[in-house]
T-cell receptor
């Protein structure tokens, strides 16, 4: 069964450093998402991406964040100048279609980011 | 704004039936999803409702009342492996609209403990 993959599974970085989280969505999916989940809290939407541009972004997704689809398979989330409060599990998700149907979003296993 | 409420924790006995409720207030509605999340893992899709009524899928059923802003997830013949958090998520925006909102807004999740 096709699945979303993410690397690394765990990233430790120092405050102020840049990190890139990588995702490989399901191959025939067209819509890509990033969510985050701070330990013990709810899953929060960050950004959605379609046709090589951002479709939507939340208030969390400020200038510190950027996304990119550098080739036909990878989808990346870059966090510039990380802060302690960026420590969270980051989930990538993909879907075939965005709305008007039951096509659900498939989530990857997540990258646990720890900022020290 | 979006507000999704569900109980924080529930406990049920192996073999029993449990109902997890979710109420929501959202600006626009384009479907309600239930996800299962085991500790430290990614959310996995369980069910989807966009019209009023009951959707059944094996041991899991989900109900929606749009007029009441209410859904529930029903789990039958509980097994120990069903111990997990159950996340209610709403997709807002207009159905069948290319400009619709693609993001999912999650509740905080209900942690279900199944005991022998």
């Amino acid at each position: 069964e096709p699945e979303v993959t993410q690397t690394p599974s765990h990233q430790v970085t120092q405050m102020g450093q840049e990190v890139i989280l990588r995702c490989v969505p399901i191959s025939n999916h067209l819509y890509f998402y990033w969510y985050r989940q701070i330990l013990g809290q709810k899953v929060e939407f960050l950004v959605s991406f379609y046709n090589n541009e951002i479709s939507e972004k939340s208030e969390i997704f400020d200038d510190q964040f950027s996304v990119e689809r550098p080739d036909g398979s990878n989808f990346t989330l870059k966090i510039r100048s990380t802060k302690l409060e960026d420590s969270a599990m980051y989930f990538c998700a993909s879907s075939r279609y965005p709305s008007g149907s039951s096509y659900e979003q498939y989530f990857g296993p997540g990258t646990r980011l720890t900022v020290t | 704004g979006q507000n999704i409420d569900q109980p924080t924790e529930m406990t049920a006995t192996e073999g029993a039936i449990v109902q997890i409720n979710c109420t929501y207030q959202t600006s626009g509605f384009n479907g309600l999803f239930w996800y299962q999340q085991h500790a430290g893992e990614a959310p996995t899709f369980l069910s989807y409702n966009v019209l009023d009524g009951l959707e059944e899928k094996g041991r899991f059923s989900s109900f929606l009342s749009r007029s009441k802003g209410y859904s529930y997830l029903l789990l039958k013949e509980l097994q120990m492996k069903d111990s997990a958090s159950y996340l209610c998520a709403v997709r807002s925006g207009a159905a069948y609209s290319g400009a619709g909102s693609y993001q999912l807004t999650f509740g905080k999740g209900t942690k279900l403990s199944v005991i022998p």
